[in-house]
Nanobody, 123 residues
Framework: VQLQASGGGSLQPGGSLTLSCKIS????????ISWLRQAPGKEREGVAC?????????SYGDFVEGRFTISRDNRRNSVYLQMNNLQPNDTATYYC????????????????WGQGTQVTVSS
């Protein structure tokens, strides 16, 4: 499985951005897909996850507080992260990743990661 994140950029606080994750090598609808992020000097953390198949159950990190929405388009083998009201502490490299059918952020071992995309929020 290969995952490629795109759509990052630099923006001011309060702005919005949509990240895209293209999955290849497998049929994405059999996999739960997570967005993870890591800022310099900080721990890796889970941002959002959407479950496999038609369930499409979503889960979010506590810090999201309703600002982000994860979605998927299985016909395009893609997953998206709509981010609104971005703040400086959202600055990080964002990755899409999968651990099969799990949305489990307690242990990041076993995840397949793609190359990340940088999001920088500053005034």
């Amino acid at each position: 499985v290969q995952l490629q994140a795109s759509g990052g950029g630099s923006l001011q606080p309060g702005g919005s951005l949509t990240l895209s994750c293209k999955i290849s090598g497998v049929s994405a609808d059999y996999y739960s897909i997570s967005w993870l992020r890591q800022a310099p000097g900080k721990e890796r953390e889970g941002v959002a996850c959407i479950s496999y198949g038609e369930h499409r159950t979503t889960s979010y990190g506590d810090f999201v507080e309703g600002r982000f929405t994860i979605s998927r388009d299985n016909r395009r083998n893609s997953v998206y992260l709509q981010m609104n009201n971005l703040q400086p502490n959202d600055t990080a490299t964002y990755y899409c990743a999968t651990k099969g059918r799990d949305c489990d952020w307690s242990d990041f071992r076993g995840y397949y990661w793609g190359q990340g995309t940088q999001v920088t929020v500053s005034s």
